[in-house]
């Protein structure tokens, strides 16, 4: 929690920003995770709530009233059955007063202070189901109209606000990105033929459990790099394989997020060697070009043409260049874009709507074209922006299969030769990035090994 002024500054400039009406900010519940006393833990606390409010405990929710400037916190105070099993509890007005609010109420008492309202009243979308039949039972709106129903004024102020990131944030980050470096460094020093791809996730896990909060997502952990999201299996590291992870944690309500790509016998092999080059220097172009003023969207489509140069020098692809990227071809080996947002949560606010996160009016996604409609940012920069760089290539083969047959892009791509690539997995190398006022620079203290010599230096350490 940071301090009482920070929520109180952040409430004024939010109702600043709303206008005019009543604001309602839910906090998350206990989610239990097979019956009702076994809830995953600890409880996940919503972001915005955080960010106005400050508090971790479940059962709140967060009103501000602008048109009579007041805010409130509701919830119900904890009985001492409740203390027995879990400990002492601030009151709902010791947790109002930590924040800078003065009037609180039990939660019975928010649907009559609701109904008496005339003023029109703003939400944010809700991804709980909780959340939505609180909502439902509350304003009378059906799940299924809840999304449509938001308030774009109250969406696209929490958006302004939360892009911006304060000093204090930026810390919090670092200091999250430096428990990100433990994980992925004692990854590195595990990673071997014969030990499994659940041992080394479970590893990473409880580094994340010992120094921070937690994961700030499922850890992906995987010899088939080539899976976007490739969970720890119970298959043995092969030597002669990559293996890819992608980790991060939660530290202070702020995340990290890295992607590092291994040689599993700790040398990368020529073919090996060639492909990750690429993704290495793609990685590094983004610290040269991403800068305030400039749209992420045009930082990936140059990452995407210096990527299509040099896999043309390979002979996986062929043709011009930009006539290339502007078809799509690349997509077959980067079929995701370039970064997202990242602050409270690892893709930050993406739940308040892609297109109100990570484009603006100047800057329209493309959703018809493969690949870059998976492209979650791609507005103009800003100094204090903190986003992902994250370059990939993957050999899916399923893909290939896909492409070949159709003929798609075989104008560009030479798919006999993609054909030898089957077995090779996949590659990604991610940091996280601050926009600074002349360019950027990535966070952490530490950085992760990732450039080749010095990868394969590191990972001999523990042999």
């Known amino acids: 929690m940071f301090s009482k002024d920070t929520y109180i500054r952040r409430r004024q400039e939010l109702k600043k920003l709303v206008g005019k009406g009543v604001i309602i900010l839910f906090g998350n519940n206990e989610s239990p995770a097979n019956y009702p006393a076994n809830s995953y833990a600890p409880m996940r606390q919503d972001s915005s709530f955080l960010y106005y409010f400050g508090q971790h405990r479940d059962g709140l929710v967060g009103v501000i009233d602008i048109d009579n400037d007041e805010e409130w916190l509701f919830g119900d105070d904890i009985d001492v059955e409740d203390i027995v099993w879990m400990g002492y509890t601030p009151s709902v007005a010791d947790l109002a007063s930590e924040v800078g609010i003065t009037k609180t109420a039990p939660m019975a008492q928010l649907t009559s202070y609701i109904k008496h309202q005339t003023s029109a009243l ?61 994980m992925h460094t004692t990854a590195q020093l595990l990673i071997r033929p014969g030990v499994t791809e659940r041992f080394i996730g479970g590893q990473v896990d409880g580094i994340a459990r010992s120094l921070a909060q937690g994961v700030s997502f499922a850890t992906i952990f995987s010899q088939h790099g080539e899976i976007m999201h490739g969970n720890p299996s119970d298959a043995k590291l092969e030597a ?46 983004v610290l040269d070009v991403a800068k305030p003023g400039v749209k992420y969207m045009d930082v990936h489509l140059v990452v995407c043409r210096l990527m299509t140069e040099r896999l043309k020098e390979l002979g996986l692809m062929k043709g011009d260049t930009d006539a290339a990227v502007a078809a799509g071809a690349h997509a077959m080996f ?11 949560d690892v893709h930050d606010m993406e739940g308040l709507g892609q297109i109100y996160v990570g ?25 204090g922006f903190v986003l992902t760089d994250e370059p990939g290539i993957y050999f899916i083969p399923a893909l290939i299969d896909d492409w070949k047959t159709s003929g798609h892009c075989k104008e560009f791509i030479n798919f006999d030769k993609l054909e030898t690539y089957k077995d090779f997995g996949g590659i990604r190398i991610e940091d996280d990035i601050l926009i600074t006022k002349d360019g950027c620079r990535f966070l952490g203290t530490k950085r992760i090994p990732y450039h080749p010599q010095e990868l394969e230096a590191f990972m001999a350490t523990n042999n």
Do not use: W
């Not at 890819?244 to 040398?267: F, I, W």
């Not at 980067?334 to 409270?344: C, E, I, Q, R, S």
């Not at 100047?362 to 800003?382: A, D, H, I, V, Y």
């Open 122 to 182: 703003h939400f944010l979308p809700p991804y709980r189901f909780d959340t939505k039949i609180q909502i439902m039972d509350l304003l009378g709106i059906h799940p299924s109209q809840q999304k449509e129903k938001a308030s774009l004024a109250l969406i696209q102020a929490v958006v302004k606000m939360r892009s911006t990131k304060e000093l204090q944030e930026i810390e919090a980050i670092e200091r999250a990105c430096d428990v990100g470096y433990a």
């Open 240 to 285: 002669g394989r990559l293996a890819l992870c992608d980790a991060g944690c939660e530290l202070d309500d702020y995340c990290s997020d890295n992607t590092r790509t291994m040689p599993v016998n700790g040398k990368f092999s020529q073919r090996q060697l060639e492909i990750y080059s690429i993704v290495e220097a793609c990685h590094d172009y």
């Open 334 to 344: 980067l079929p995701h874009g370039l970064g997202h947002m990242m602050g409270m």
């Open 359 to 383: 484009f603006d009016e100047e800057t329209r996604p493309n959703l018809e074209q493969f690949g870059t409609n998976c492209l979650r940012m791609g507005r103009k920069l800003e100094e």
